[in-house]
């Protein structure tokens, strides 16, 4: 593999099978892309730009919704990416003691 | 046409091993049933923490579960070893497995006087059960009579890139010689459940799996918290899996792309004149997840992992295959096959898939797991319901 796997070709992010470093260029598909951040092995590279709120893909399905605006280049992680299920601290106050 | 050599069981059924159980019916008997089976070569028990004070569909699954044990075909003999007096009655578990055809022995703590008194007649009985069913030989059967439970844990992205799909191609080729599997944890079809029940061959089936999915979904969301943090675990999240939805997706790769024949409670038992793939409500958590499929009649699980983990079953072989290569070469204790190669490009997923086949073929016959050679048994009961 090339150092990163693009599952689908809507998944507007790869995942990368090495570390990659910050200021390192990368070829996508043929594009050129500078790495923003260090991204730790098999993490995921974001190789478009996702504005807040908008869909997250991988495997061409949705995998969640930026919480922030994600540039091309950056780290896809939980600090940029919310997921839509499951989200019980939306839905009310905690139960239990 | 796969031919193996297994043992041939009363109903039809076929084991890949002859295991003498002893099963507790509950808490209160855990211990007793553990010394007992600790006295006889080969015995192994279900030490756990229910049996008694539970009501409804709670208690119902747990009595599933341990006859589900009980019926297993890779099981020979039964010991059920009961305090007396608790919820889940020792006749009850003993009298469901008997129904299997195999023979089937209680012990019962209270009647007999004591712990030491109950331990020694167990002992007697354990020791006579194991004479038994040692006499049995493996004889030829087809490969369509296996059920393999599908598993997934401490997963990482490799899982959903590397193992899951290697094993997905194993699945299908068991389900192209006529056999059955598994695809089991319900919270791990949450963001993925449009797909499968789209390979379910009813629309009554598809309801039926995305009602499941809800229903632990909204069950979750009931706590008041984010799911993550629990599901992806910390450590899915360190490898590199940012929400549920990812987590699923690269989950559901295990089943393959047959459809789906059946969808099935936890610890219900597959259909022997329906095979094919089918889905179990179980949680996201491996032991009772592997607990349940095998409940439900699986002979031989396969059990994916990116960061590796050491999981076995008392009564079934678990065959653990990584899609991290750095994980393979640190976990050699615990992982049998490494579906890493598809990551450094050594090999691509068909060939993958047919290794895992193969391997499965080879641990049916009798090769150990590495999980069965370190003596790995763990076994937990997925709890719907309280504790009164």
Not at chain 2, 254 to 260: E, L, M, Q, R, S
Request: proline share 4%.
């Amino acid at each position: 593999m090339n150092g990163y796997v693009h599952a689908s070709e809507r998944d507007n992010l790869v995942t990368c099978v090495k570390a990659m470093r910050a200021g390192e260029r990368v070829l996508v598909d043929g594009r050129e892309i500078e790495v923003k951040d260090d991204i730790p092995k098999f993490h995921k590279l974001a190789i478009a730009e996702i504005p807040k709120g908008g869909a997250v893909y991988k495997y061409g399905e949705v995998m969640g919704v930026a919480s922030r605006d994600i540039h091309v280049g950056e780290w896809a992680h939980i600090h940029n990416i919310d997921s839509t299920r499951g989200r019980g601290d939306k839905a009310g106050k905690e139960q239990g003691t | 046409m796969i031919t193996l050599k297994g043992y041939r069981r009363e109903n039809g059924s076929w084991g890949i091993r002859n295991h003498l159980l002893v099963i507790p019916t509950s808490v209160c008997a855990s211990e007793t049933a553990s010394r007992i089976a600790a006295l006889v070569p080969g015995a192994v028990a279900i030490p756990h923490q229910h049996g008694c004070c539970q009501v409804g569909a709670d208690y119902r699954q747990t009595v599933r579960t341990l006859v589900g044990f009980g019926r297993n075909p890779n099981v020979g003999a039964v010991l059920v070893v009961g305090l007396g007096c608790e919820g889940i009655q020792p006749a009850v578990v003993a009298g469901q497995i008997r129904e299997s055809g195999k023979r089937v022995e209680t012990v019962i703590i209270q009647e007999c006087g004591g712990t030491l008194k109950a331990i020694a007649k167990g002992a007697e009985l354990c020791a006579e059960l194991a004479r038994e069913i040692g006499a049995q030989q493996r004889e030829d059967f087809d490969v369509s009579e296996l059920v393999l439970g599908l598993e997934c844990g401490g997963s990482d992205p490799t899982s959903g890139i590397a193992a899951n799909p290697s094993v997905g191609k194993a699945s299908n080729l068991l389900i192209d010689a006529g056999g059955t599997s598994i695809l089991s944890e319900t919270t791990e079809l949450i963001g993925a459940e449009h797909l499968v029940a789209a390979r379910c061959v009813t629309k009554e089936l598809a309801d039926r799996l995305v009602f499941m999915v809800k229903r632990i979904e909204d069950k979750s969301i009931s706590y008041g918290v984010d799911l993550r943090g629990t599901q992806p675990t910390p450590g899915n999240i360190e490898g590199g899996l940012t929400t549920i939805e990812e987590k699923s997706l690269g989950c559901v790769y295990k089943a393959g792309d047959k459809p789906v024949v059946g969808v099935l409670e936890y610890a219900e038992s597959v259909d022997p004149a329906n095979k094919g793939l089918y889905f179990m409500d179980t949680p996201g958590e491996d032991i009772d997840s592997i607990t349940g499929m095998v409940a439900g009649g699986a002979q031989i699980v396969v059990f994916t992992t990116g960061r590796g983990t050491p999981t076995g079953c008392p009564i079934a072989p678990v065959v653990k295959v990584t899609g991290n290569p750095d994980t393979y070469a640190k976990m050699t204790d615990n992982i049998d096959i490494n579906a890493g190669k598809v990551i450094t490009g050594e090999a691509n997923l068909d060939q993958l898939g047919r290794e895992i086949f193969d391997c499965l073929l080879k641990v049916a016959n009798g090769d150990l797991t590495k999980a069965e050679s370190l003596g790995h048994k763990e076994f937990g009961i997925y709890r719907i319901g309280d504790t009164f």
